[in-house]
């Protein structure tokens, strides 16, 4: 798999699935993750989620598993740190570090009210000739990657109406859902939710990037939902996501910490 393509199945899989857990007050849930292509398992990831009262902090890891191994070793972490409001998750701060063979890259996003109001990217991000540059307003009312899908519903219809805002310390993407199915999820019974999703990049990235332009205009994504106890939060259980090279699986199985 070329590394651009499995960087932005990362970031992909990252928008959809990392989020672990249910928000009952001072407990503790372990998420485990796997994101597969062609069948095989190409990465693998643990996310730990505590939850007291409004308040929730998650900590994971992630790391290239199977083929993608042998090709190119990929490793890294995530932390957030944020409260539950009436729409979801706001986030206060986001930190993800990632090393993919010799490269290595820091990102620290810290929010106010769900705005960003500072980004640190170490290595600082290169300046590029062509670039569609962060506009003013682009970074208000956004999630970062882990937070950006667990969403608060009064019901499972409200869940496929809603345009997921993330902004990854770099990129600003839309994830736009369209319903598909009510149940029709093994094990979670009837409550479960399939969206459809359209990936809708908004800024800061190259207008020529091909494997971009395939997300956004041919690739099927589908993204499944489920309850998280009575909380009323719907996350991501499990989606498939088609890129240039094939489609990439992302599958969650949550255990109780």
């Given at each position: ?64 598993a199977g083929i993608a191994k042998i090709f190119d070793s990929t490793t890294g972490s995530s932390s957030f740190a944020g409260r539950i409001g009436p729409q979801g998750v ?146 991501p259980v499990y989606a498939t996501v088609g890129t240039k090279i094939g489609t990439v699986t992302v599958t969650a199985r949550r255990t109780k910490g």
């Open positions: 798999m070329a590394n651009h393509s499995r960087q932005t199945a990362y970031y992909l899989a990252a928008c959809l699935l990392f989020s672990a857990g249910a928000a009952n007050a001072a407990e503790i849930y372990t998420g485990e993750y796997t994101v597969s292509y062609l069948g095989l398992p190409i990465a693998r990831s643990t996310f730990t989620s505590t939850f007291n009262g409004d308040q929730v902090r998650i900590n994971g890891s992630v790391s290239s706001i986030p206060a701060a986001f930190n993800t570090s990632y090393k993919s063979g010799r490269k290595s890259q820091r990102t620290s996003i810290t929010f106010a009210d769900g705005n960003v109001v500072k980004t640190v990217n170490t290595p600082p991000t290169k300046k590029r000739r062509r670039w569609i540059p962060l506009r003013a307003g682009d970074l208000s009312a956004v999630s970062d990657p882990i937070s950006a899908t667990l969403l608060r519903v009064k019901s499972p219809a409200e869940i496929c109406t809603r345009t997921i805002k993330v902004y990854d310390g770099e990129m600003r993407a839309n994830v736009v859902l369209g319903h598909i199915s009510t149940g029709d999820v093994p094990g979670y019974g009837d409550e479960a939710v399939t969206c459809s999703a359209k990936f809708v990049p908004v800024s800061g990235y190259r207008p020529d990037s091909s494997s971009l332009a395939y997300l956004k205009n041919q690739s099927k994504i589908t993204i499944a939902f489920a309850p998280l106890g009575k909380t009323g939060i719907y996350a």
